[in-house]
């Protein structure tokens, strides 16, 4: 077999989408699916927007691209717009996750080396993390299938056990430049951080001068019911990169700061071609033009609990499947006792249903953030009547 077109890299299915509706996708031969994957936390306001299409198809006919060489005032109005419902004070565009981290990376270097301190340059981050496939940000991680055969990888770097507080400050010495984190860890498998270990980590940044870098990607821009999901412990961080959601669809992220984590980056440091051009921005305005309507955010918190009890509610009666739920807001994950791959492709396959498989036999839950009552009632019928009639590999 000559190698695909495509650099066969990822393990794709049958499901061939077309074309989008609202909370649903359809396929080459008219098929439907109830889409509460997003594309992978991404499609906020779901498929079609029709503010986010006119926003983009406006923008488009008027200005798509000119370069980071001139003024740019799309960026600097969506910038300023990020930095008034946020805890930053500057902003870095990208055109993706894995790019934004890179950039909160570079930061929090030129941090300490603009304090004099260049040997300051390693971030502690932790087990089953994920931050992009750069080379920069797979050294970020310590799972070896993002790893293996791409070495030498970054120096810089060293790893913890998630959620352990104890074995994150023991990492701490000379060489420290602070913690790199996901508040909730989505592909590791919808893990939450705890309120200890988020507001530990925040009080030894505060004591050692370490800067707390968090991994927004997933979690961040609304999907959990607040702006940034560091917003339900009580803690700030000081760098955040944000993707995913932010552009509805449209290729974008962003590293936030705050003017003092951002000292470094001056003048010639760090760049990109297309980092926030007029295009990006239109469809970033868009977005966080409905995210910030009022009551928008409340009913993702609204809509979350609704399909948490939903899910818990059918869990006991298929108790040979499923074992918990867990997550904040719209990204919700069903711990099963057997694959959630292949849970996962059934609920595709048989029941017209789009979820996401994760770390630690997890479903991943991830609907538009603009569904409403009907779409939780519909996917809870269709995971009730995918898991009464699976049956588990026997090897599980
Ligand atoms: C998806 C993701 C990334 C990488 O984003 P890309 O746009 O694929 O580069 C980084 N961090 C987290 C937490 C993610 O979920």
Known sequence: MPITPLMPVYPRCGVRPVRGEGCYLIGEQGERYLDFASGIAVNALGHGHPKLVK????????????????????GE??????????????V????????????????????????????????????TAFHGRTLGTISATNQSKMR???????PGFAYAKFNDLE???????DNTAGFLVEPIQGEGGIRPA??????????????????????????????????LAHEHYGVTPDIAALAKGIGGGFPLGACLATEEAAKGMVIGTHGSTYGGNPLAMAAGEAVLDVLLEPGFLENVTAMGERLRSGLEQMIPNHDH????????????????????????AHCRDNHGLLTVAAGENVVRILPPLVIDESHIAEC??????????YVPASDD
């Open 194 to 227: 705890s309120d200890a270990f988020m507001k530990g980590l925040r009080k030894a940044c505060d004591e050692h001068g370490l800067l707390l870098v968090l991994d927004e990607v997933q979690a961040g821009y609304g999907r959990t019911g607040k702006m």
């Open 148 to 154: 293996d055969g791409f070495e030498p990888l970054l």
């Open 92 to 127: 870095f565009f990208t055109n993706s996750g894995a790019e934004a981290v890179e950039c909160a990376i570079k930061t929090a270097r030129r941090y300490h080396y603009a304090n004099g301190n260049p040997q300051r340059h390693t971030l502690i981050t932790f087990d």
């Open 167 to 173: 074995g994150a400050l023991a990492l701490i010495d």
């Open 77 to 90: 109005h969506f910038a300023q717009r990020l930095i008034d419902a946020t805890f930053a004070d500057t």
């Open 55 to 74: 926003a983009i198809a406006d923008q488009a006919a008027t200005l798509m691209h000119v370069s980071n060489l001139y003024g740019s005032p799309q």
């Open 321 to 344: 499947l499923f074992e918990s739920v867990r997550g904040k807001g719209l990204m919700l994950g069903i711990k099963l006792k057997s694959d959630s791959r292949r849970f996962v």
């Open 380 to 389: 809870i019928e269709k995971l009730s009547e995918a898991a009464r009639v």
